[in-house]
């Protein structure tokens, strides 16, 4: 069996359940597909050496990603693609190193229900990389043990099986990553801006005891830039908003009334430290009717 690993909560768990049920026959893979956090990679590979009894391979893809999404702004494409590619990448390496015949993957069930109306109730809203973007003949059966579970049963589950609060605890991230957090054209330059501003949030969320208190955080970076002033000079620059929001299952959220003051802080971190961004937002909108990430 061959696993996808991300580093989120559902992959680690999905990863060591397999990994104690079947090891001997799993070999997981982590995709850098160069659209993580900043120092995120390094972090996850480091974690999971140390609890998985299975190879891990490391696959640095984050140029072949980059590659796929020029030019592209729509949403949903952005989307298709990555997972088109995740695939492509995962079908390399069990070559190289399989053959396998099983691929597991940490899909949740809300996952299911927002990405295919034949589960659930609901039209398509987002195709979720982990479901939506598999090609009609993949030369894997899939294995999906958290299929059925939500977010807050799969951190239960994490828990039982012994792994660390910081990773079980960890704030969900969507598969396509910074790629639908950089709003239209993905530049390698634009997620360097966002990491940043991304890094001096969920870092100051972390110091003021506020991490844990919410769903999800992150920043978003607009295509559109607005006159400012530094010193003396004229700036024509990024804007970047913050979204941070409480939940139970990601299907519905409100937006988090974080402290003026932290939001106060972390503005004036980003705008003096952050090159190419001169404003700051803070989005005030729930799901639904809008969704957690804007793309
Ligand atoms: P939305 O934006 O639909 O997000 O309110 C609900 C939850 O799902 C995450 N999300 C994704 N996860 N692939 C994923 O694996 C995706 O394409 C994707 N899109 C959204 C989002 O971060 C939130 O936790």
Known sequence: MICAVSGGVDSSVTACLVDRAIG???????????????????????LLNRQLSAPLVFVDAGQRFLDRLAGVTDPEEKRI??????????????????????????????????????VGPSATIKSHHNVGGLPEKLNFHLVEPLGLLFKDEVRELGFALGLPREQVLRHPFPGPGLAVRVLG????????????ADDIFIEGLKRWDLYD?????????????SVGVMG????YDYSVVLRAVTSTDGMTADWAKL????????SNRIINSVTGVNRVAYDVSSKPPSTIEWE
Do not use: M
């Not at 993905?186 to 940043?196: G, S």
């Not at 402290?259 to 972390?266: K, P, R, S, T, V």
């Open 24 to 46: 001997k026959n799993l070999v997981c893979v982590f995709v850098d597909n160069g659209l993580l956090r900043k120092n995120e990679a390094q972090k996850v590979v480091a």
């Open 81 to 118: 693609r990555i997972g088109n590619l995740f695939i492509d990448v995962f079908e390399e390496v069990s070559q190289e190193k399989g053959p396998f015949e099983f691929l597991a993957q940490g899909t949740l069930y809300p996952d299911r229900i927002e990405s295919t109306s034949t």
């Open 185 to 196: 054209e993905i530049t390698a330059k634009k997620l360097d801006i966002l990491r940043e």
């Open 213 to 225: 208190k919410v769903w999800q955080a992150g920043a978003i970076l607009l295509p559109v830039r």
């Open 232 to 235: 003396d000079a004229r700036t």
């Open 259 to 266: 402290d003026n003051a932290f939001l106060q802080e972390i």
